[in-house]
């Protein structure tokens, strides 16, 4: 207390400042037809940006740099719900090059791959190298490593080995649970797994694979609330009336989104999120993924907000990412700028109010060496020696 | 570790027994016609219940009690999203009995008037004389006592006075920010009041009666994410595009239902609750009130199961009550036996599995001396005496 002014507040109160004109804002976009996940309309409106985040709506806000954006549209940074970043065989840092081209702002990431060798070193390396980088990476912990006990793998993560990650503010909860037999037959490391998330009001995410309709309940009844492996509208209909969110998967190999497509509807769509689980880094490089499912979904027939709020909103709300998933006062500055919002083209792509993407070319300036130290983890005999 | 089993473990093991089958569950409501909040369509299941939770839909499941339902419809139990109990004139315990007559079985209280009185004491009150009764109390901590400086009332709750009492698992965040001068000054103690409750990810109510667009842009900046002061449209289209909750209030007093409920469409329902803020137990008791806000909601056109959503899963996630909200697997078992759905009349409640209200009776039986210790609050001469 007293003298002593923490960052958070440095911040805050600079924010504050700017939002109420008593100091000039970074950045002032006049003219925008912004996709508005609250009310489902399209507003024209002045977005002022302050220290990366959105600090006001309205004509009377100035900046160091003033655009007019001529009335173009923009959209929220979209989130990948669910991914394992070593599938895409890159580094965050190269991942990140691929996903701001598509308007990825942040992902949702279970480095489920990394800790299945490295353990919980694996998930220090996945939070170093994936800091200060264009695109945020949350990251949900790992709660079946190995798989299952059948398995062997080079690493064991007990609950006790998970539940200091939660202090680190990227980490939203507990990655895809996929032993239904530990959950069934309440074995005590995942009883604490699970009430070590559920009591902190972190999300769990199911894997729910085959899972059957009473298989459904018993994973609910244990506070599992996401699901990316509906692969039938059976399926899916069964988890969204149990209230799971639904995270409908395109990635390089599993391909869900014709099937699941059918039942979003206004009606239902809060409940629906994209993500691409497993994809690689030339797929995504080449044909995009979040952005190309919004593209689809509105091809199908629905609402472009409705499209835009299931790759923004809806997984902003299912982890609890407060400042994510809008554009709005209080949010941070991820936006798109779209030239057409029902071709969602992407023209150019701001993340923390900053330029990072523009006119086919990634803006941002990657700092040297931002990964952190990676234990050797292959081994091979000395080649020249044969 | 080890043998240690904490009573939230043997909960959980007990309900995936009874979800897997393996144990006998409580109840089972068969034939039940659920209004659906997650896909929004009816749906006929049959509802497990074990220890207060839902367990499973499902035709497997056996109960120790089983009820056929014959298609009645069930919606999930009612909760009010902001309410100052102090103002119903009646305690906890008297205001319970109201209120589960209506199918209110949670609320969100801000003890704002008994610490404008008591401070922490008062707090400790309302915790202590909320406990053990058919509603449960959220509550969210005064962040202006007093009101503003230029006020003297009996307390003062600074940052560091409320902080210990987010440990309490009762406590979903900070009430109605109405001092808008120490927001716009960024005074160091409101600061950490924001900060406190943000960073912990628990929600910041507004209170934002009278305030001018600008003033909102400077609300959300800070954190402020709720609002129950809405009197007319254009003050409630201002605060939805800036991602406020939109708390549509009717009290004894204040009645804004009408006003406001012209914004309220499918499109922008899951942004809306209803609320109470100030409203006589009489009032209460006699005509009810968020169930009778879902009556005129219906009235007006929008579909029952938006507007049962209103008064459920959207108060649910704007205050981060994962539970509560829905009737599904992992949920608690609160939930109101409707006979009529376009009517709404409710002819049963369940509180966490139990019948608390059935047929125009209170059902609930309840313990005596529930409250805490009140202080002696009122000083007057012995009257005898004079």
Redesign the interface.
């Given at each position: 207390?007293g003298g002593e002014i923490?960052l958070?507040?440095e911040m805050?109160?600079s924010?504050?400042?700017?939002?109420?004109?008593e100091e000039l804002c970074d950045l002032v976009l006049k003219n925008a037809q912004i996709a508005?996940v609250?009310?489902?309309?399209i507003?024209q409106?002045n977005i002022?940006v302050k220290d990366g985040?959105?600090?006001?709506?309205?004509d009377?806000y100035k900046g160091a740099e003033e655009i007019d954006l001529k009335n173009a549209y923009v959209a929220p940074g979209l989130i990948d719900a669910h991914i394992h970043i070593e599938s895409t065989l890159a580094t965050p840092k190269e991942f990140s090059r691929a996903a701001i081209k598509h308007g990825i702002t942040s992902v949702v990431m279970d480095p489920h791959e990394i800790a299945n060798v490295m353990g919980t070193s694996g998930l220090d390396y996945m939070l170093k190298a994936s800091e200060n980088l264009p695109v945020d990476f949350m990251m949900m912990l790992p709660s079946c490593v190995p798989a299952t006990e059948f398995e062997t793998s080079g690493a064991i993560l007990h609950a006790?080995d998970l539940k200091p990650f939660y202090r680190r503010n990227k980490v939203a909860g507990l990655a895809e649970v996929m032993d239904l037999n530990a959950?069934?037959s309440?074995s005590e490391d995942m009883?604490?797994k699970?009430?070590d998330a559920?009591?902190i009001?972190k999300t769990v995410d199911g894997h729910g694979s085959g899972l059957s309709?009473?298989d459904?309940?018993?994973y609910?009844?244990?506070?599992?609330?996401t699901d990316h492996e509906c692969t039938t509208l059976e399926e899916a209909?069964d988890r969204?009336?149990?209230?799971f969110y639904i995270h409908i998967r395109e990635g390089s190999v599993a391909k869900n989104f014709d099937a699941l497509i059918p039942l979003v509807?206004?009606?239902?769509c809060?409940?629906f999120t994209f993500c691409t689980d497993d994809i690689y880094i030339s797929d995504l490089n080449e044909h995009g993924s979040i952005d190309d499912m919004v593209r689809r979904a509105i091809k199908t027939g629905l609402?472009p907000v409705d499209a835009i709020r299931m790759a923004t909103l809806n997984p902003s709300?299912c982890y609890?990412l407060?400042s994510k998933g809008?554009v709005?006062?209080?949010?941070e500055a991820d936006f798109l700028i779209v030239d057409d919002l029902a071709e969602f083209v992407i023209s150019s792509v701001y993340k923390k109010g900053q330029l990072v993407y523009d006119k086919n070319e990634v803006k941002y300036s990657y700092p040297e060496n931002i990964a952190g130290d990676m234990p050797d983890t292959m081994n091979l005999p000395d080649l020249g020696k044969r």
């Open positions: 207390m923490s958070e507040k805050l109160v924010l504050i400042k700017a939002s109420s004109g508005d609250f009310s489902g309309e507003i409106r002022a985040y959105i600090v006001g709506f309205g009377e006790e959950v069934r309440t009883m604490t699970l009430l559920n009591t009001h309709p009473h459904n309940n018993i609910r009844t244990a506070g599992i609330t209909k969204l009336e149990k209230g509807t206004r009606n239902s809060r409940r609402d709300e609890g407060k809008a709005a006062p209080g949010y």
